[in-house]
T-cell receptor, first 112, second 113 residues
Framework: GDSVTQMEGPVTLSEEAFLTINCTYTATGYPSLFWYVQYPGEGLQLLLKATKADDKGSNKGFEATYRKETTSFHLEKGSVQVSDSAVYFCALGSGGYQKVTFGIGTKLQVIP | DAMVIQNPRYQVTQFGKPVTLSCSQTLNHNVMYWYQQKSSQAPKLLFHYYDKDFNNEADTPDNFQSRRPNTSFCFLDIRSPGLGDAAMYLC????????????FGPGTRLLVL
């Protein structure tokens, strides 16, 4: 079945540091890939997504590239801010189904 | 703004006392989902509706039920809450398929005393 493997946190960075959160997946067919972010006490919200191989999703300075050859969708940001502190979930959606598979989530804490 | 609304944001119930959580959407999406999220864990899908078609996950306890009386509203009923059911419950919608973006509500945090 489909699965998402995501690096465990927490990840603690200083402000303006470079961020990478690794995500790899297994899936049949050609899934869509997502990064969702969850701020404390809130629901999840879409950060970015990619629907086919080599697509790059980007939003708010975050980027992730759909790599089919390595089955990866790593999240990166060049310079994190305190306001980026949240839990980040990698997820995939397989064609023809309504179910989304989530990774375990990576908590990011950015300190001033 | 079109959105997903969950009420209440916090719900306290007693052990064994039935409780209902509600979700409404103004997005007119076909699919509505209920997730359970415990502390520091990924959301766990309980069930979803595609229009009126109900889809239960195999490992969702019978204690959890759902109703979708119309496109806009979906309810989560917990018939006899146990202490282990204390969690955040998230409602989400999508247009059609899992390849598309899911839109989440803010969640209802359930406390069982």
């Amino acid at each position: 079945g489909d699965s998402v493997t995501q690096m465990e946190g927490p990840v603690t960075l200083s402000e303006e540091a470079f961020l990478t959160i690794n995500c790899t997946y297994t899936a049949t067919g050609y899934p869509s890939l997502f990064w969702y972010v969850q701020y404390p006490g809130e629901g999840l919200q879409l950060l970015l997504k990619a629907t086919k191989a080599d697509d790059k999703g980007s939003n708010k300075g975050f980027e992730a590239t759909y790599r089919k050859e390595t089955t990866s969708f790593h999240l990166e940001k060049g310079s994190v801010q305190v306001s980026d502190s949240a839990v980040y979930f990698c997820a995939l959606g397989s064609g023809g189904y309504q179910k989304v598979t989530f990774g375990i989530g990576t908590k990011l804490q950015v300190i001033p | 703004d079109a959105m997903v609304i969950q009420n209440p944001r916090y719900q306290v119930t007693q052990f064994g006392k039935p409780v209902t959580l509600s979700c409404s959407q103004t997005l007119n999406h076909n699919v509505m989902y209920w997730y359970q999220q415990k502390s520091s864990q990924a959301p766990k899908l309980l069930f979803h509706y595609y229009d009126k078609d109900f889809n239960n996950e195999a490992d969702t306890p019978d204690n959890f039920q759902s109703r979708r009386p119309n496109t806009s509203f979906c309810f989560l009923d917990i018939r006899s809450p146990g202490l282990g059911d204390a969690a955040m419950y998230l409602c989400a919608t999508s247009i059609r398929l899992a390849q598309e973006t899911q839109y989440f509500g803010p969640g209802t945090r359930l406390l069982v005393l």
